[in-house]
């Protein structure tokens, strides 16, 4: 069973704790929405579950069927069966988007995938999430437009199909079309696949084309409350200031912007004195 467990996971950023004791486990064809105020750790905790260098976790685990993955290389987490739809997709001049995804096909297979294979499956998924033609014979990423990057990242999650995938934003900066056919190809893939999910956004609409189980909400380094696709949709409508309430919360962003304001008013005070 493709399950995902983490345990008390703290992560770091240039020694600055940014996850504080995160709890998560996903099982096989679960869909987790993640949410929570921006620079609270949502995107630090994909970045640490794919092994992004810059992230660094201090304590905790992460074990996806059975198998640690902090002590795996990136590639070995890919070819497990993890995959991350990135916020910021970079562009990799030079590299066809055909030769990346044939590669990064071959590396999960024991034999390399035929050309005619690997050519109608790239056709049919390039129809699928309505892309040019020529796709296939771009380089990735490069001269793209926002929202063709975040198609671009679904193709290769089609392409690679992963047995969990985290998607970080990827609604972020496609029109209302782009959303329908980006939360289309993903519902498909996963009604065909059984792929875990985990999601990250802010927007009600993409999350109401996925129809997440569970929802989390990120505070502070901390899932803070759970509960099914209702609080979502809550959050949506009334955001988080009567989670902070009901939980007696105070975000640390907040904190800082108070502390800085008690700093600033000192020093004015001081300057009178002189």
């Given at each position: 069973?493709n399950?995902?467990k983490i345990?008390?996971?703290h992560v770091?950023v240039e020694d600055?704790?940014?996850?504080?004791?995160?709890?998560?486990?996903?099982?096989?064809?679960e869909?987790?929405a993640v949410?929570?105020?921006n620079g609270?750790?949502k995107?630090?905790?994909?970045?640490?579950?794919?092994?992004?260098?810059?992230y660094?976790?201090?304590?905790g685990?992460?074990?996806y069927?059975?198998q640690?993955?902090?002590?795996?290389s990136v590639d070995q987490?890919s070819?497990?069966?993890?995959?991350l739809?990135m916020q910021?997709?970079?562009e990799i001049?030079?590299?066809t988007n055909?030769?990346?995804?044939?590669a990064a096909m071959?590396?999960?297979?024991?034999?390399?995938?035929?050309?005619?294979?690997f050519?109608?499956?790239?056709?049919k998924t390039i129809?699928?999430?309505?892309?040019?033609e020529d796709?296939?014979?771009?380089f990735l990423?490069?001269g793209f437009?926002?929202?063709e990057?975040?198609?671009n990242?679904i193709?290769?999650?089609?392409?690679l199909k992963p047995s969990l995938?985290?998607?970080?934003e990827?609604d972020?900066?496609?029109d209302v079309d782009?959303?329908r056919?980006?939360?289309?190809?993903?519902k498909?893939?996963r009604?065909e696949?059984?792929m875990?999910i985990?999601?990250v956004?802010?927007y009600?609409r993409?999350?109401?084309?996925l129809?997440?189980q569970?929802?989390?909400?990120?505070v502070?380094?901390r899932?803070?409350?759970?509960g099914?696709?209702?609080?979502?949709?809550k959050i949506?409508?009334?955001?988080?200031d009567w989670?902070y309430?009901?939980?007696?919360i105070?975000?640390?962003a907040?904190?800082?912007?108070?502390?800085?304001?008690?700093?600033l008013?000192?020093?004015?005070?001081?300057r009178?004195v002189?």
């Amino acid at each position: 069973m493709n399950t995902l467990k983490i345990e008390n996971l703290h992560v770091s950023v240039e020694d600055k704790e940014i996850l504080s004791g995160v709890d998560l486990t996903v099982n096989a064809g679960e869909i987790h929405a993640v949410m929570g105020p921006n620079g609270n750790g949502k995107s630090t905790l994909l970045a640490a579950i794919m092994g992004h260098p810059k992230y660094t976790v201090t304590e905790g685990s992460i074990y996806y069927n059975d198998q640690d993955v902090l002590a795996m290389s990136v590639d070995q987490r890919s070819r497990a069966g993890l995959f991350l739809a990135m916020q910021y997709p970079q562009e990799i001049p030079g590299v066809t988007n055909s030769d990346f995804l044939r590669a990064a096909m071959n590396a999960r297979r024991e034999t390399p995938v035929s050309l005619f294979t690997f050519i109608k499956a790239m056709e049919k998924t390039i129809n699928d999430l309505e892309m040019k033609e020529d796709l296939a014979h771009r380089f990735l990423n490069e001269g793209f437009s926002g929202g063709e990057k975040k198609r671009n990242e679904i193709v290769q999650m089609e392409m690679l199909k992963p047995s969990l995938s985290m998607l970080d934003e990827v609604d972020s900066g496609l029109d209302v079309d782009a959303i329908r056919i980006v939360g289309n190809a993903i519902k498909k893939l996963r009604e065909e696949t059984n792929m875990s999910i985990i999601v990250v956004s802010h927007y009600e609409r993409f999350l109401d084309l996925l129809e997440p189980q569970f929802t989390h909400v990120l505070v502070n380094g901390r899932i803070v409350m759970e509960g099914d696709a209702s609080l979502a949709r809550k959050i949506d409508t009334e955001g988080y200031d009567w989670i902070y309430k009901e939980l007696d919360i105070v975000p640390a962003a907040q904190e800082e912007k108070k502390r800085a304001s008690v700093s600033l008013g000192a020093c004015a005070v001081n300057r009178a004195v002189k």
